[in-house]
C-alpha cells in the first residue's frame, strides 16, 4: 500500500534562462514501486525522509538506505532504487535542469560522485519542496518563476542539511573565517589548523566550491564594503583592517575583484549610519523601532 502525489512541468526556453527550472515534484509514502534500471537526462533529488530501502548506481550493487537521506540522480547515471517492502519509506522528489547545476556542481551543492546523502534534518528541505507544491497549483501564472526560485533554495538547503556538517556549517571554513583578516598566508593558515596546505585546499574546495585565497578574499573584501560604505576610515585603515598591509596591493585587488576602486564605491554607498554599524542581524519580522 502507497500513496504518491505528483505534477510535471514543461518550462519555456525564455524560462531556462533563470539559470535552473523545475521539471517536476512528487510527494509519496509507503511501499513504493521500485524505481528503474533507468538513465535520465535530467537531475532529480530524491529525500527520503524516513524509512529505509536500497540503491544501485551504474556498477548495480545495492547499497542501504536509512532516512533522512538524500539520493541524487545526475543525467547520464544509470540508477536503481527502491523501499523495503515491509516498512516502505516517506519521500519528496524535485526533478530539475538549467546551465546553473554546472555551477552548483562546482561549489559542492550537487554531488554527481556521491549519490547517497546521509542528511542531518529535512527540515528546510521539506520546506523548499512545500514552495514547490504551493506554486505547483493548476492555473498559476507564476508557476514556472516560483518553482525555478524554489530549487535554488532547495540546493542550498541541502547543502546545509548535510549530516558530516555542523548546525553552523564546516568547521575548517569557521575557523579559517574567524582568522581571515590576520595577515597570514595560505601555508601559514593550514599550519594554524594543523593542516598540510594540500589538506587545506581540499577542505576549503569540497566546503565552499573555492581555493582557500578566493575564501579568504570573499570575506575580507565583504567587511572592506562595509567599513568603505559604514565609516570614514582612510582606504589605508579598512586595507589594515581586513588583512592588507599595503593599501596600493589592497586598492588593485579590490578594484580587480569588484570592478571599481575603494573610493568610487565609497562614493555610490557610503551612508551616515547614526549609532554606528551593526552586526546583529535585524529580525524581519520583528524590525527594531525607529524613533521620532
Request: charged share 20%; net charge neutral.
Amino acid at each position: 500500500m502507497y500513496h504518491t502525489w505528483m505534477r510535471f512541468f514543461t518550462p519555456s526556453p525564455l524560462h531556462h534562462r533563470l539559470g535552473l527550472v523545475c521539471l517536476g515534484v512528487g510527494l509519496q509514502h509507503g511501499a513504493l514501486p521500485t524505481v528503474g534500471p533507468r538513465t535520465l537526462d535530467h537531475h532529480v533529488a530524491v529525500i527520503v525522509n524516513s524509512g529505509t530501502g536500497w540503491f544501485a548506481g551504474p556498477d548495480g550493487r545495492r547499497t542501504p538506505v536509512t532516512g533522512p537521506t538524500l539520493i541524487w540522480l545526475t543525467p547520464g547515471t544509470p540508477h536503481h532504487y527502491g523501499a523495503d517492502p515491509g516498512t516502505g519509506w516517506d519521500e519528496s522528489f524535485v526533478d530539475f535542469t538549467g546551465p546553473a547545476t554546472t555551477t552548483y556542481t562546482e561549489l559542492g551543492c550537487i554531488e554527481p560522485d556521491r549519490p547517497l546523502v546521509p542528511l542531518s534534518d529535512t527540515a528546510a528541505p521539506r520546506a523548499a519542496v512545500g514552495r514547490i507544491v504551493r506554486a505547483a497549483r493548476r492555473g498559476n501564472p507564476l508557476l514556472e518563476v516560483e518553482t525555478a526560485a524554489a530549487v535554488h533554495e532547495l540546493l542550498v538547503s541541502l547543502r546545509r542539511a548535510r549530516a558530516d556538517l555542523g548546525p553552523d556549517g564546516d568547521p575548517v571554513l569557521q575557523a579559517l573565517a574567524r582568522d581571515a583578516y590576520q595577515p597570514l598566508t595560505v601555508a601559514e593558515h593550514a599550519a594554524k589548523h594543523g593542516m598540510t596546505p594540500a589538506e587545506l585546499r581540499t577542505a576549503v574546495r569540497r566546503g565552499a566550491g573555492c581555493s582557500p585565497k578566493d575564501y579568504l578574499l570573499t570575506i575580507r573584501l565583504g567587511r572592506a564594503k562595509e567599513l568603505l560604505a559604514a565609516t570614514d576610515l582612510p582606504v589605508a585603515a579598512v586595507a589594515r583592517r581586513v588583512g592588507y598591509d599595503d593599501p596600493a596591493y589592497f586598492s588593485r585587488l579590490f578594484a580587480r575583484r569588484v570592478g571599481t576602486a575603494p573610493v568610487r564605491f565609497r562614493e555610490q554607498q557610503g551612508r551616515s549610519v547614526p549609532g554606528g554599524w551593526s552586526d546583529q542581524v535585524p529580525d524581519p519580522e520583528d524590525p527594531p523601532m525607529i524613533g521620532p
